[in-house]
Every structure is written in C-alpha cells, then in structure tokens.
C-alpha cells in the first residue's frame, strides 16, 4: 500500500517523501487490523481510505500555523496523525475522550515513533493547555458554531480554526466576532467537503 499511497498523494498534489508515505501505510494498516475490534472507520477500502483519510487531513497542511497544533475530537486520528507525518516540526495534541479511540492513538504513537504527538484523553472542553495552540483542527466534530465555543479556551488570541465540513457551512456560522473562509487550492477543491477557516475578526 506504500506505493498506492505514494502515488495517489503525488498525483493529488501532495508531495511525501518514500519514508512518510511508509509511515501513512502503517497508519492504515494499524486502523484496519484495530477497527475489526473497535469501530475506527466506516471507511475500509484502501483507496477510499487515501482519498477520505489521508488526502483530506494533508489538505490542512498548507494552512497550520505556529508550532504547537490540537485536533480536537481526533477519534482514529484525524486529521491530527497523518500531519504529524508530514509535518515532523510541528507538536499536535490529539484530543479524545473516548478510551479506546485514546488507547489506539497512544499506540500509533509509540508504534510510528511520532515524537511530535500528544495523546490527551479528555473532552476538549476540560483541557487547561500549558499554552493555547496557534491552530485547532477539527474534522466532523459539531457545528462551527459550536466548535468555536467548544474550543475557545484552547487556541491563541490570533489563532485559528481549520474545520473540515460539508460545503454548506455558512448557515451555522455565527453572525459576529468571527470570519470565514473557505480554503481554495487545488487539493481542497478536490475534496467531497469543505476546509473551512475561521479566524477572530478585527475590531
């Protein structure tokens, strides 16, 4: 699947080194054999799972700031841990209350040896982080109106919000104190959702 996975990610437009496409390979690998037992994915075909899992969360990359990320509601780990592959120089702290999705996040961590992953196993809501985080990433969680309130005591005063939704977003975005956009490019426009950011607005 390593190659398939080479491949697919170069013909999308998102460059991987031989050694992080191993490593994303891996990642799946270890979904499939531990969602026999625990429900990760809905998502089994290996392709489909490049192209929903994969492709999808890397289409964030271009678009994180600052050194220190938190995917909030990470489940099987996503988008949070095929970043950290891709992106070694940034910290991302998975947040996930459920035990056993917590439990598989600890393993792919020590098992893929990503020194840039926390593993916090609380709702995202009782988290006091030792410095807010730059960006939080959030992928089919809640509502952006909720995800903003959700996470407000966890991102920076400049931070930002990268959430990947359905394209219809608008509608449920409140009406002040913060912008919207939605990230246009040529991976994100290929996506079935969209990658919405959602910043502070400016006084």
Not at 188 to 194: D, N, P
Request: aromatic share 4%.
């Amino acid at each position: 699947m390593q190659q398939r996975i080479f491949d697919k990610l170069t013909e999308a437009g998102i460059p991987v080194s031989e050694e992080q496409a191993a490593k994303l390979s891996s990642y799946l690998e270890l979904m499939l054999r531990w969602n026999e037992v625990h429900n990760l994915t809905s998502i089994t075909d290996k392709n489909e799972m490049i192209d929903r899992h994969l492709v999808e969360s890397l289409a964030c990359a271009p678009y994180l700031r600052g050194e220190r990320v938190a995917d909030v509601g990470s489940g099987a780990g996503l988008p949070g841990i095929p970043l950290a592959i891709a992106r070694p120089d940034i910290e991302f702290t998975l947040i996930e209350s459920r035990g056993k999705r917590a439990r598989f996040l600890e393993h792919v961590r020590g098992a893929l040896e990503l020194g840039n992953v926390v593993v916090e196993h609380v709702r995202a809501e009782d988290l006091s982080p030792r410095q807010p985080f730059t960006t939080v990433l959030a992928r089919a969680v809640a509502a952006p109106s909720e995800l903003i309130e959700l996470t407000q005591q966890l991102r920076a005063e400049a931070g930002i919000l990268l959430i990947l939704t359905r394209a219809n977003y608008e509608e449920e975005l409140p009406a002040e104190g913060f912008t919207a956009h939605i990230a246009d490019d040529p991976v994100t426009r290929s996506l079935k959702g969209a990658l919405v950011i959602i910043e502070t607005a400016e006084n």
